[in-house]
T-cell receptor, first 114, second 111 residues
C-alpha cells in the first residue's frame, strides 16, 4: 500500500476484554513503532521493532500490553484485560530503517474502553 | 520534569506574522530533533528535522537547535490559516529510533 494502514479504525470494548490492533507498515520499511495518544496529549512511545533485532519494549505501560511483528511486516498490539485508562488513539508508524529516519504514521485506532 | 517540554498554548498569531514554537529537552545526550504537525483528528506528519546546532531552513519553516541550552524551536514565517494545527516536538534518544514527544503546542493563525 501507499502508506501505513491500521485496523480497526475504531474499537469499543468493555472493561476486562482483550483487544488486538493491527498495523501494516509501508512496504520495505524495516522499522515499526507503536505509540498511543490520549486526549489532548502528545504521543507516548510503546514499542519499537527493527528488523530481526529484539524489540525495544521499554514504553509498554504494563504486562497487559504486548506486541508482535510477524515476518518483519505486519504487527499486532494486544491489550489484555482492558481498563478505562487504556482508552486512547493507538498510532503505528514505520520508517525505512531504525535510527534518524522519518517515521510515517498510520491513521490510528481509537480505542474506547467502557 | 518531563523529558520533552512544550507550552501547550494555544498560541494565536495573525495571518502573515511569524509563529515561534519552543521546546526544551532534558537528556543532554539526545542527538536528533523533529517537528511534527498534527491537524485535529489526523496523524502527525513530519515538518522538519535537525541534528546540528544552528538554523535549518525549509521554505517558510526554520528549525533552530541549541544543544548547550537544550532548546529547539520552530519558526513559521508568513503564517497562514492552514498552518493552524498542533505542533509536536520529538527527540530521538540514543539514535535508536525511539522518539520522545512533547505534549504539543496548539497554533491558531487568524485571518
Amino acid at each position: 500500500g501507499a502508506g501505513v494502514s491500521q485496523s480497526p479504525s475504531n474499537k469499543v470494548t468493555e472493561k476486562g476484554k482483550d483487544v488486538e490492533l493491527r498495523c501494516d507498515p509501508i512496504s520495505g520499511h524495516t522499522a515499526l513503532y507503536w505509540y498511543r495518544q490520549s486526549l489532548g496529549q502528545g504521543l507516548e512511545f510503546l514499542i519499537y521493532f527493527q528488523g530481526n533485532s529484539a524489540p525495544d519494549k521499554s514504553g509498554l505501560p504494563s504486562d497487559r500490553f504486548s506486541a508482535e511483528r510477524t515476518g518483519g511486516s505486519v504487527s499486532t498490539l494486544t491489550i489484555q484485560r482492558t481498563q478505562q485508562e487504556d482508552s486512547a488513539v493507538y498510532l503505528c508508524a514505520s520508517s525505512l530503517a531504525g535510527g534518524s529516519y522519518e517515521q510515517f504514521f498510520g491513521p490510528g485506532t481509537r480505542l474506547t474502553v467502557l | 520534569q518531563k523529558e520533552v517540554e512544550q507550552n501547550s498554548g494555544p498560541l494565536s498569531v495573525p495571518e502573515g506574522a511569524i509563529a515561534s514554537l519552543n521546546c526544551t529537552y532534558s537528556d543532554r545526550g539526545s542527538q536528533s530533533f523533529f517537528w511534527y504537525r498534527q491537524y485535529s483528528g489526523k496523524s502527525p506528519e513530519l515538518i522538519m528535522f535537525i541534528y546540528s546546532n544552528g538554523d535549518k531552513e525549509d521554505g517558510r519553516f526554520t528549525a533552530q537547535l541549541n544543544k548547550a541550552s537544550q532548546y529547539v524551536s520552530l519558526l513559521i514565517r508568513d503564517s497562514q490559516p492552514s498552518d493552524s494545527a498542533t505542533y509536536l516536538c520529538a527527540v530521538e534518544k540514543n539514535q535508536g529510533g525511539k522518539l520522545i514527544f512533547g505534549q504539543g503546542t496548539e497554533l491558531s493563525v487568524k485571518p
